[in-house]
């Protein structure tokens, strides 16, 4: 078994980054796992697994939404398929350097179904079961354990950025990245989102989003103003650091990322005829 382990430690690898550091359901992650590994064996995508593992983890958590899209697809027999899907999959098309589309992945269920309960079989429930386990346990013991810090932390407009962390066990020492921002204008610190009509994203959301990956260091994040039950189509976010922009956007000018399933678009804020709209 050792050996075994050995043998798809690259899988290993992979499998445990998107359950234990992205918190990524175990279950679904699996079967993402045996999805790209069909892939890689079926297509002759060489080197796919590792290509994913050497990417960002925010770029791998998108790549792992776009792997529950082809599941989905995969397992449902009345996916509804329209042209524009094609596009739903960008990350992965990137990485394969294939015209890949959901349509490729409904019309070979039969076989991605097959060859994947196989791969299930014979090397993921296998290599893959104490880092499930681990996982699971994680997600039992953290649940209650946050729900009762929570409860305990006095209500944040009573307390002091570091305060609150303290409350948390997160330390009393403000983030070095929120110190090093403080002379810089709002300007090169914003970043501005764009959503998809018709999937409305909250403030909250947003803020959850990218805290889990950069901790608390966002400002502050602005909200396109909109009447009631109508649906903010922008906004603007503030980070207190310029690098964690440069650590968003990679060299892109624009990137694209799934919040609880939605789409939105990201790219630096730039100022309006010259013109700040920030107080």
Known sequence: MEEFKHFHNIDRKLYSLLVINLE??????MHTLALWIWLEQTCHFKNFISKIISLPNFFINELADEGATCLKCIEDNQFGLVSTYSSEIPLTQHLTRKDLSLQFF?????????????????????????IMEKAMMSRSSKKPLIESKLKMVPPPSELSLSERMS?????????????????????????????????????????????SYFGDNIESIIMQDVKSKEQALYARIVFVTPEIIESILKDESKVKFSINGKHVWMRKYVKRNGKSSFP
């Open 106 to 130: 409904h019309e070979n269920r039969d076989n991605a179904n097959s060859e994947m309960r196989k791969i299930l079989n014979e090397v993921c429930h296998k290599a893959f079961q104490d």
């Open 167 to 211: 409350h948390l066990g997160l330390g009393g020492d403000v983030s070095p990245w929120r110190m090093k921002g403080n002379n810089v204008p709002y300007e090169e610190r914003s970043m501005f989102i764009t959503f998809s009509k018709g999937y409305p994203v909250a403030e909250w959301e947003i803020r959850e989003f990218f805290t």
């Open 24 to 29: 990524r359901n175990p279950f679904e992650s």
